[in-house]
């Protein structure tokens, strides 16, 4: 398959101005899947044939079908308030966010909940150990930035607090 990096450019720069956090795009020899964080945007392309990569507009008119799936954010903050005083809560390691201790128990916590420094407010499950995050400061839960089961990266806002 071949690639128009300028409409690639494009279309990155027209999914950075909506709520879509994940696009996949795929066909026979090709998979591109893009995600992106509040600060980033990542691309990851599978293996594709050693063809050179050349404009072709044509290529899904070719034979070559192109799926395309779209995944929307649901997270919103509570408050549009002034949020420069908000605390961030980060992922300390690179791991699976889980908001639960078990699949059938309630959330530790929820957009709007009060929380004291020391208490656990999500677990990072890493090399198959399970690590309990702790609120770094006491207030009230703005934001939750990632879903249950979602990968994490090193230094990822899970969550913002309201101190207070």
């Given amino acids: 398959m ?4 300028q409409e690639l450019r494009e279309l990155l720069g027209a999914i950075s101005q909506t709520d879509i956090t994940e696009l996949i795009l795929k066909n ?12 980033v945007i990542a691309v990851a392309q599978s293996p594709m044939s ?15 079908p192109v799926t395309v799936s779209a995944v929307t954010s649901e997270v919103a903050p509570i408050s549009t308030v002034d949020d420069k005083k908000w605390v961030d809560i980060t992922s300390p390691m690179v ?6 201790p078990a699949p059938d ?3 530790f916590v929820s957009v709007g909940d009060r929380v004291n420094k020391g208490d656990t407010v999500c677990i990072i499950e890493a090399m198959k150990l399970m690590n309990e995050i702790e609120g ?13 089961g ?11 607090v309201n101190p207070g």
């Fill in 105 to 107: 128990e309630d959330p």
């Fill in 136 to 148: 770094e400061v006491t207030g009230q839960i703005m934001e939750i930035s990632v879903q249950n």
């Fill in 50 to 64: 050693s063809q050179a990569m050349e404009t072709t507009p044509d290529t899904a008119a070719a034979g070559n």
């Fill in 28 to 39: 026979n020899d090709f998979e591109l899947t893009v995600r992106k964080d509040r600060s």
């Fill in 95 to 100: 791991g699976t966010f889980y908001s639960a």
């Fill in 2 to 5: 071949s690639i128009n990096f």
């Fill in 150 to 160: 979602d990968p994490v990266e090193f230094g990822q806002v899970l969550m913002r």
